[in-house]
């Protein structure tokens, strides 16, 4: 069985500092892992995906996220906020048993963005 | 532009009556997929489709029903049978439906209950 767990509910940083969103998962096979982008009342929007390729995957609008595979986490970051990046960000993992049944999506994490 | 269309963006239901919600991709999209989302949780998968004329219960399947009769569309019904149904629904599509296909998704129906 996969899960993914969202460290933190809720993340505030000033404008032009760094943002560490924090995600740990299981699965037990070899995982697909993505971050997902949702402002109010919209879809969600794919930031970035890992499929066993590079480690570090870069993303659009300047973030990016580490598989750390000793350490079961997919954590998103991105060096500078900006206020457009103020939204509800989800942590996706999906097993390798290619079934679309196994998407599993975190809790979220609510960002705010201070100027 | 290519995309997934979702409407109502709002809708309101009685009791005891049943409602459908729309979803069309021009994406050229094989699987298509709804979720449910209540506030302070991820998405939950309530039916999807690999293949026209094809599709699976999700984990809350109950109170819900879909029918992909085309490869563009693919219509929830909420029923009188689901006695909480408020919530944000959206609709998403992938190329296929594996491990590493990225999903997209629809700006959502928003329903209540009058």
């Known amino acids: 069985a996969q899960s993914v767990t969202q460290l933190d509910s809720h993340v505030s940083v000033s404008e032009g500092t760094p943002v560490l969103l924090r995600c740990n998962y299981s699965?037990?096979?070899?995982?697909?892992l993505f971050w997902y982008v949702q402002h109010p009342n919209k879809g969600l929007q794919l930031l970035l995906k890992?499929?066993?390729?590079?480690?570090l995957v870069k993303g659009i609008n300047g973030f990016e996220a580490e598989f750390k595979k000793s350490e079961t986490s997919f954590h998103l970051t991105k060096p500078s906020a900006h206020m457009s990046d103020a939204a509800e960000y989800f942590c996706v993992v999906s097993e390798a048993s290619g079934s679309a049944r196994q998407l599993t999506f975190g809790s979220g994490t609510q960002l705010t963005v201070l100027p | 532009d290519g995309g997934i269309t979702q409407s109502p963006k709002y809708l309101f239901r009685k009791e005891g009556q049943n409602v459908t919600l729309s979803c069309e991709q021009n994406?050229?999209?094989?699987?298509m997929y709804w979720y449910r989302q209540d506030p302070g949780q991820g998405l939950r998968l309530i039916y999807y489709s690999q293949i026209v004329n094809d599709f699976q219960k999700g984990d809350i399947a109950e109170g819900y029903s879909v029918s992909r009769e085309k490869k563009e569309s693919f219509p929830l019904t909420v029923t009188s049978a689901q006695k909480n149904p408020t919530a944000f629904y959206l609709c998403a599509s992938s190329i296929s439906g594996g491990q590493n296909q990225p999903q997209h998704f629809g700006d959502g129906t928003r329903l209540s209950i009058l």
């Open positions: 994406l050229n999209h094989d699987a």
């Open positions: 699965s037990s096979y070899s995982p697909s």
């Open positions: 890992y499929t066993s390729a590079a480690t």
